[in-house]
């Protein structure tokens, strides 16, 4: 008989982690770090539960990039209501980057956790071993814990669903199309846990770009996946009876940007990112009727308000 897994005391950490609400942002939370193993080994389990490809329902509000700022974050749960008062997607890159990977991180898992059937993550590209050793998250594991934290966390990572429909009608993911997908159903034949590998489908679901200057399939300036075209989002579209496609992966000035007209949409919810650009970050909001609206998060002033 297998041994039990550690219990989780979820709302203890989620209590500790909103209780810097009113803080000077940047002000870190001290969790314990065998709580935090045991959240991700809950996690793990929770996401291996659930499909590879979510189909989820209407209302439900959608983000993009967080990359560690974790008091925007919880600008974005201001703005939209903290779980459970409403339901979520994340599309991925949750960490890396930004100073606080682990407490964005953590809450996120923890809301999963206690809301499984409301709360929902895909995987992002820095989702994995090889890009969150380089961009920040394996440092801050191993500065505030331990490198064996940081390896559970990638455990996790293998599990993460990597796509979403909601109503049959909006796909969901973190980068973009693959030359190699034909079919939603190839997204079902991925097995986790599993790395992302350097090219094909799972590889281009995470990496992807849309490019407004070719038509096709292009070369990608990141050295990795493909760019794609208007016609092959329209295409992608029609084939499989979809509205849109909800995808993050790049920064935009104002936080969501639509292409192919208005057939695919950035979402990016990390604003002014790594203080570096004065992008606005965006959250947007799916009604029962599938109307789609945003709400825009602009850079924090210096006291850290709206």
Known sequence: ?????????????IDKLLSVRKARPGTQVALDEGDIRALCTRARDVFMEQPILLELEAPIKICGDIHGQYYDLLRLFEYGGFPPEANYLFLGDYVDRGQQSLETICLLLAYKVKYPENFFMLRGNHECSAISRIYGFFDECKRRYSVRLWRLFVDVFNCLPLAA??????LCIHGGLSPEM???QQIRTVVRPTEVPDTGLLCDLLWADPDQ????????DRGVSFTFGHDVVAAFLKRHDLDLIVRAHQVVEDGYEFFAGRRLV??????????????????????????CSFQVLRPAEKKGRV
């Not at 008989?1 to 950490?13: C, F, H, K, L, N």
């Not at 429909?165 to 909006?170: E, G, L, N, S």
């Not at 200057?213 to 990608?220: K, L, S």
């Open 1 to 13: 008989m297998a041994a039990a897994a550690p219990t989780v005391d979820v709302d203890g950490m």
């Open 165 to 170: 429909t909601i109503d049959d009608k909006i």
């Open 182 to 184: 034909s079919s939603l």
């Open 213 to 220: 200057d070719i038509v096709g399939w292009g070369e990608n």
């Open 266 to 291: 950035t979402l990016f919810s990390a604003p002014n990112y790594c203080g570096e650009f004065d992008n606005a970050g965006a959250m947007m909001t799916v009604d029962e009727s599938l109307m």
